[in-house]
């Protein structure tokens, strides 16, 4: 086994067709994620890049010297206590990383060696990661898996944390963002995403042209949103030369495409201003589509509000509208009860 000599480095860049691009400072590996950054999101592939990092930062070693056993490392690795052994996350008592995170790890470093595998100019033959664990029974089942993922509920806001989120904000610019992900149940990229010709507000309707793995809808929107847009394109948004829909209002980059970064420090302050630290763009989309379903909106059409592309994704809705199920049971129930009555 040889160490590696390279440190990994992550660097962004922009290719020379204004593409995003990243690099870590190995041939093998640099020529993975140009062809990530060729198939997939910008998102994606500083995700893959990042996980790629922090992988060959903590398994020192050349792709063709790393094997099975350092797989396993990385994972006892990533599940050790981040913030003192007592500390854990309420809703899976582990004190390491999530399994969900890992997991996606885990699938970047496989795509990797999915990747070398398929170079007939390499020597590496075999993906050091496991699909699974293997069962004692060998009855034909797939195994145990490698990580056991909980299902656990996301966070929504009650209605009094609504209006102090709202109460909260600081500009109209801020306000049909946060209605965009309240009211719509859009992403954060998907917000940023949002151009002035994306919106049809005759129809009360958005299109999404910059979905989640390059998926596309057209979602029905509140008329708040769209007057919140109206009050924010009046009194606020600076001419530019671009035709995004939410810019930097002052300072020195004014004008410019409002940026992930720029959304978080919005937020950032929110959360200062309200005293609830939780708070993020996440949830006031998993907010949205909670109250729609609890509402009595068909779970096919959560699905298409949402841009989910299984419905598995979208049946944590089921568990989480608590008073819609609360009324769905006691409807079945006095059914049930005068039926008895009956007999």
Known sequence: MSIAP??????RRVDASGNPAASLGHALVDDYLEFVAA???PNTLL???Y?????FSVVPKEPADVVTADIFAFITAQKKPRRGPKVVRLEDGEAGLSARTIKRRLASISGLFGYLMTRDDLAIDRNPVPTGLANRRRSGNRGAPLLRTPRTLPRVLGPGEVETVLGALNTARDRAMVLAMLLGGLRRCEVLGLRLGDLSPGERRVFIS???GGHQRL?????QFFSAVGDYLDRERPPAEH??????LRGPTRSRALSADGLDEILDGVRKRTGLPKLTCHQLRHTCLTRLREAGMALEAVQAQAGHRSIESTRVYIHLANA???EQYLEASAAIDADRADS
């Open 219 to 223: 979602i029905p929107v509140s008329a």
């Open 6 to 11: 390279w440190q990994p480095q992550l660097v």
């Open 51 to 55: 996980d790629l990092k922090v992988f």
């Open 324 to 326: 819609w199920l609360v």
């Open 47 to 49: 995700a893959t890049a």
């Open 39 to 41: 198939r997939c999101r």
């Open 210 to 212: 910059e979905g989640k």
């Open 243 to 248: 035709d995004r829909l939410f810019v930097v």
